[in-house]
């Protein structure tokens, strides 16, 4: 069965930097669609970056555009976002999810991690 791990969260001051990882099982990466969701305190679900099978498939969220870089290591079967110059709002709960860009659509979701950014 699917299932998906994050890590790599935690308190950062304003432009400060983490990476978040996802470690898949129960299905390979290198032919799946991925997507970092948020949900910041007393908001809803924000869809953040993701990544398609294709090569250079790539979509981020215009609030992290050049900020934020996602990735996946097949070998290890793990997705990362790579987050840079961090500021308050990025402050959320960050899910791991499988995506259908067809569809709009996240199916499997990872219990998430906690990023807070505050001095």
């Known amino acids: 069965q699917v299932q998906l791990v994050e890590s790599g969260g935690g308190l950062v001051q304003p432009g400060g930097s983490l990476r978040l990882s996802c470690a898949a099982s129960?299905?390979?990466?290198?032919?799946?669609?991925m997507m970092w969701v948020r949900q910041a305190p007393g908001k809803g679900l924000e869809w953040v970056s993701g990544?398609?099978?294709?090569?250079?498939?790539?979509y981020y969220v215009d609030s992290v555009k050049g900020r934020f870089t996602i990735s996946k290591d097949t070998a290890k079967n793990t997705l990362y976002l790579q987050m840079n110059s961090l500021k308050p709002d990025d402050t959320a709960i960050y899910y791991c999810?499988?995506?259908?860009?067809?569809?709009?659509?996240?199916?499997?979701w990872g219990q998430g991690t906690q990023v807070t950014v505050s001095s």
């Open positions: 999810t499988t995506y259908s860009f067809t569809y709009s659509y996240s199916a499997d």
């Open positions: 129960g299905f390979t990466l290198s032919t799946s669609s």
């Open positions: 990544i398609g099978v294709g090569e250079g498939i790539t």
